[in-house]
């Protein structure tokens, strides 16, 4: 397979990470998931968006242009005839000796892309998966997508080891987002998800999911909700790249309304499907 390594595209036994990279001692630095559907990068000027934010909120200034990395991306997406899947990216703050304040300016940030088959999860989204519900003690500015994700680890192991699918978090009683995705839930016909504050990231599928409902008619707010909201709900499902629209139908032991998928969480599966 191709990779991209700061701007080349080689085959990936030619790429090499040098063991004093920044991202590996302290996870100094960003990434983006972006997904291709049909061979084509879905949302990939909303994700290099993203990667600008996250980049410029650590201080890091990317070594290419929105426009270099664009056709960057598309010519491995090509190269490596993918078709469904995803491309991984991340960048970090460069190579230095170990010490933790950055390193002088003519170090040069690094930066990887890859792509991976990946098909959609069409039986999970039929059906439903389970979620747990755990505190989350995470950093306070989850608004990064910084390569720092030890706690979204954690929280999604305690996930797979109580057989479910996705965490879902909560300081105190209010519910933030998943490990890798955000929480929407329905109740009484209104959904409802965390504002986009510096506590969850906000996520590509989440802002689509708004401009959705907007489109359907559908009366959504972003206001904060309780973890005993999230256990009443009619409705619960989250959303991710990878995980489009995803519903939940059950949190720990205790099944979310009625158990299957609900008829608002459909609708909207249905309608994101249509744009790609
Ligand atoms: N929240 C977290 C912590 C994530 O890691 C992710 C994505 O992986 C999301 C939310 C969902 O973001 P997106 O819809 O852009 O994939």
Redesign the pocket.
């Known amino acids: 397979a191709q990779v991209l390594i700061n701007g080349e595209i080689v085959t990936r036994i030619d790429a090499k990470v040098d063991i004093e990279d920044r991202a590996y001692q302290f996870g100094d630095g960003i990434y983006e998931?972006i997904r291709v559907y049909n061979g084509i990068c879905y949302q990939l000027e909303e994700?290099i968006q993203?990667l600008e934010r996250s980049a410029k909120e650590i201080r890091l200034s990317l070594p290419f242009s929105a426009e270099e990395f664009t056709q960057q991306l598309q010519e491995l997406v090509k190269g490596n005839q993918l078709q469904e899947g995803i491309i991984y990216t991340q960048v970090t703050r460069g190579v230095a000796p170990r010490y933790h304040g950055f390193p002088s300016d003519d170090v040069k940030p690094q930066f990887v892309a890859y792509t991976k088959d990946l098909p959609r999860p069409t039986a999970f989204m039929e059906h439903g998966v389970k979620a747990v519900l755990l505190e989350d003690v995470r950093w306070l500015r989850?608004d990064i997508?910084s390569l720092n994700l030890l706690g979204?680890v954690l929280a999604k192991q305690k996930a797979n080891d109580e057989g479910g699918f996705e965490a879902i978090q909560h300081r105190g009683d209010i519910v933030t987002?998943?490990?890798?995705?955000?929480v929407f839930l329905v109740q009484e016909g209104i959904l409802y998800t965390h504002p986009a504050s510096s506590l969850?990231?906000n996520?590509?599928?989440?802002v689509k999911v708004l401009e959705l409902c907007e489109k359907l008619e559908l009366i959504v707010k972003e206001q904060e909700f309780t973890v005993k909201d999230l256990l009443d709900a009619d409705e619960v499902f989250i959303?991710?790249?990878?995980s489009e629209v995803m519903p939940i139908t059950q949190i720990d032991d205790q099944p979310v309304g009625p158990g299957i998928p609900g008829p608002l969480t459909v609708k909207l599966q249905q309608e994101f499907v249509k744009g790609f």
């Open positions: 998931v994700h993203r989850c997508k979204n987002e998943g490990s890798s995705s955000n969850i990231l996520g590509i599928t989440r959303t991710s790249t990878t």
